[in-house]
């Protein structure tokens, strides 16, 4: 915006999906974000938290796609993990002769002999992160429901040191990755695009997180990006309504726009216009629409 416009180039600050939404829904005031990114769609319970706090007014547009990737260091042997072998790798307890166990499987040879007799380490997103709400949802919940003796349980993340949560820079898990020939990370496609000399990706129920795979749904760890704009606040705080036309702008958010080169898998024209009339009429985020949105 800064480097193309008159305007400042605006604050940005990396939270994660749920503390950016914490702050945003903090009030109305220039002392809280006009914007809020997010790697998921807003929570009921969110919604509530910004009404509470006197943010009602709150349009939602979805501006692409992205893969959350399985990585590894580059030139190693590729992996290709099914959903179920990564929830039983990173389960706090996995179902064994009928009951649920500490997990148990340290290599992931434990887990299946034809898998590498590497020790299990996991760079992974924190709680706050969308990357671990869509990856637990994607993954985890998925890999649950086909292993028996789960039970309709929702298994929680492992904390025995084989899974590791690395903050909110996916920079850092690249850079873990990078120096640790047997470690796998989890993070966003974008990070796989800036990086592919340094790390690989790992196939995810033998499919492989491509563009196209993940716009069409098939690559199975595929997710929607999204960010929220505080209506009450356009008008107000100079070049919202400019920063929003940027954004959607095709110079920006088409197949041919600025962000594929960092990573985002765009919308498809219709798609994409239908995000600028929501602007345009300041679509309001309801309850029922972010149910709908959730199924």
């Known amino acids: 915006m800064g480097a193309t416009t008159d305007f400042r180039t605006p604050v940005v600050e990396s939270t994660g999906s749920g503390g950016g939404f914490k702050l945003f829904c903090g009030g109305v005031s220039e002392d809280t974000p006009d914007f809020t990114n997010a790697s998921r769609p807003m929570k009921s319970s969110e919604l509530k938290m910004c009404q509470d706090n006197g943010v009602e007014d709150i349009t939602q547009i979805m501006v692409g796609y992205d893969g959350i990737v399985i990585g590894q260091k580059a030139g190693e042997p590729p992996l290709d993990l099914s959903r179920e072998q990564l929830t039983k790798a990173v389960a706090a307890q996995v179902p064994q002769d009928g009951e649920l166990v500490d997990n148990p499987y340290n290599k992931w040879s434990d887990i299946d002999p034809s898998l590498p007799d590497h020790e299990i380490l996991i760079y992974g997103p924190p709680t706050s992160s969308g990357t671990r ?8 919940e998925h890999g649950a429901e086909n292993i028996d003796g789960y039970n309709g349980e929702k298994p929680s993340i492992r904390q025995d040191g084989k899974f590791v949560p690395s903050g909110e820079n996916d920079n850092l898990i690249v850079q873990k990755l990078a120096q640790n020939a047997t470690a796998v990370g989890i993070f966003g496609y974008s990070f796989l695009e800036e990086n592919r000399g340094k790390i690989q990706a790992a ?12 716009s069409s749904g098939e690559y199975p760890v595929s997710r929607s990006l999204f960010f929220y704009t505080k209506n009450a606040h356009v008008g107000r705080i100079d070049g919202m309504e400019e920063y929003v036309d940027l954004f959607l702008s095709d110079q920006m958010a088409s197949d041919r726009g600025a962000l594929k080169s ?4 765009s919308l498809p024209p219709e798609e994409l216009e239908a ?16 149910k709908a949105e959730h199924g």
């Open 133 to 140: 709400d869509a990856f637990e949802e994607l993954v985890v």
């Open 203 to 214: 196939k995810v129920d033998g499919i492989e997180p491509k563009r196209e795979l993940i």
């Open 262 to 265: 960092l990573g985002l898998i």
């Open 275 to 290: 995000m600028r009339e929501n602007w345009k009429n300041r679509k309001q985020v309801t309850a029922d629409s972010l």
